[in-house]
């Protein structure tokens, strides 16, 4: 199981393309939420978006041998690129698994990293899964898991280090840390670090209408699946469930989830260019859409805000920027 130990050993492991990404802050954003909002920009991470840590975690923690022969890792986009991106820097065969509907830019960045695309539907009868362990069985290749492996966790906790190290810098020790939540990895992650090193910081995810499974799994105390698997912009956060791994840690340290709407996803994009100049994709801008439109659900004189990714393609981001005008 992932501990602060394997956190730290993972940021230990972290080359220099691993950047500690800024907290930023906008006046006019503080304004619309009625508070603080302070949001930690990991759509600025190497292969824009946060999942770069915990590929270059779980690919470089591999014994030698292993690691040459290969890895094999499913993603609608994020993890594809990170893994793809940390297996080129390894000097390891990469094939990626990803969904014929992932956005084009996406595909075409993972295919750009130097990987082989291996795509599915993901409405047709074979799940991704089955098709990964048949390619990763036949061609001796390890499988990176997007979520629910112990050291992509570990990846994606360093997160939470950097920001226990950032809010004492600004004297901060109390409040909600939204967190965009697909499987959890980058949620259990943060929510172990900040335990350890920052325990007056609570997480909190933020997930799409109709997708919002870490929330009801929160409330029941039960792992609940999402009935449906497409339909929400967010494409970067529509995992099925929480991992097996992950929910322990999410049931036990996190609060209530939030949940907003597409086009309040949207807006936030919207914002965040606007105001800080950040590219944020849909499921990237979740969080922040939490905490300026879902204001009365949270506590406290100030909020963090993971934007996790910002791999988003022109005609999404001109449909954001229209929320601008």
């Known amino acids: 199981m992932t501990s602060l130990s394997l956190i730290e050993a ?10 500690r990404t800024p907290l930023l802050s906008s006046p006019f954003i503080d304004e619309i939420a009625g508070r603080r909002v302070l949001v930690k920009a990991e759509c600025l991470q190497h292969t824009g978006s946060f999942k770069f840590r915990g590929a270059w975690s779980a690919i470089s923690a591999l014994p030698e041998m292993q690691r040459a022969s290969g890895v094999l890792a499913f993603s609608s986009g994020n993890h594809a690129q990170g893994v793809a991106a940390a297996a080129a820097m390894h000097g390891v065969p990469a094939v990626i698994i990803m969904p014929a509907d992932a956005p084009a830019l996406k595909i075409a960045n993972t295919r750009a990293y130097g990987a082989e695309v291996v795509l599915y539907d993901r409405g047709g009868n074979r799940s991704r899964e089955e098709i990964g362990l048949e390619i990763a069985t036949a061609r001796n290749l390890t499988l990176v898991h997007p979520f629910d492996d112990p050291q992509v966790i570990a990846g994606q906790g360093t997160v939470g280090l950097e920001i226990a190290e950032q809010v004492a810098e600004l004297g901060l ?57 497409t339909g929400s912009i967010c494409d970067a956060i529509l995992s099925p469930e929480l991992g097996q791994n992950t929910f322990p840690v999410i049931k036990r340290l996190c609060g209530p989830g939030l949940v907003v709407s597409d086009d309040e996803a949207l807006s936030a994009m919207a914002e965040a260019f606007t105001r800080l100049k950040l590219v944020l994709e849909p499921g990237g ?41």
Request: a neutral charge; aromatic letters at 4%; hydrophobic letters at 45%.
């Open 173 to 229: 020790t109390t409040a909600d840390v939204i967190v965009n939540c697909s499987g959890g990895g980058l949620t259990s992650g943060i929510a172990l670090a900040l335990e350890a090193k920052a325990p007056g910081l609570r997480v909190r995810t933020a997930e799409p209408e109709g997708f919002d499974d870490a929330a009801r799994s929160v409330a029941s105390g039960n792992r609940e699946r999402n009935l449906k698997l």
């Open 10 to 19: 993972a940021r230990s492991r972290f080359p220099a393309e691993v950047r």
């Open 285 to 325: 801008a979740a969080s922040l859409a939490a905490a300026l439109y879902r204001a009365d659900e949270i506590e406290g004189e100030t909020v963090i805000v993971v934007a996790s990714g910002g791999n988003t393609d022109a005609a999404m981001f001109n449909r954001a920027l229209a929320k601008a005008v």
